[in-house]
């Protein structure tokens, strides 16, 4: 069955998912957990307490269960996904899911040593014309996201996020001071470059980083090279990894 959508609009649309996964059994954007293991281990313990947003139907929270991290909290915005993940897992004591937006999260402040998605802001972001400028609605999205990420985590937790968006743009989405938190980049993948950021709460960001957030608010950042043309690429033609 296709499940590709008419226009890439319907990736931010809950009706789309909810009737993909009908009928979809698993999907894993970015590759599977496999591929990117040997940073995430570096970064998340297993006794950690682990949230993940907009965790679909991919292999990736079964998985890491496997590998022995056991206190796993799944969320995602399709009663039908939540439905079928947690019917298909629910052998697996200590994992958890709820239908949830991430721009209101429910849970208390402080609750979670990691916070981690995969593709799931990209696809917030998949109307946009250009990575260098988000338009005002989407910018809100992510502001909205971003700061109930940042509320939830414990001091010194961890938001891992996993993108095809390269440092030029992601970075600033994220050198923000009003979310408390670091940032380190790492990457992964053959052929194409995937990216994994983890930022820290309760860290300061770098000088570099803090020079990104002073430029973005004096408007005064770099027009885009020319050569970052990947980016301006189709959304699945980014992120479909297999």
Sequence with gaps: MDYLPHDNSRYKDVDYWDERYKTEQCYDWLGGFSKFKHLLEKHVKQEDS???????????????YTAGYHSITNIDYS????STMS??????????WQQMDVRQLSHPDASFDVILEKATLDAIMV??????????????????AL?????????GGRFVSVTFANPLFRKRLYARTEYNWSIKKYSYGEGFEYFLYVMTKGEELSPEDAALEKKLLEGTTAPPPMNANKDEEDFLSNIDLT
């Design 87 to 96: 019917s298909r897992y629910s052998s697996c004591p200590g994992m958890t």
């Design 79 to 82: 009663s039908v996904c939540i």
């Design 127 to 144: 109307e946009e014309k250009s990575p260098w400028e988000v338009s005002p609605d989407t910018a809100c999205f992510i502001h909205q």
């Design 50 to 64: 682990i949230l993940i947003l907009g965790c679909g139907n991919s292999s990736m929270s079964g998985d890491m």
């Design 147 to 155: 700061t109930e990420i940042s509320r939830c985590l414990k001091p």
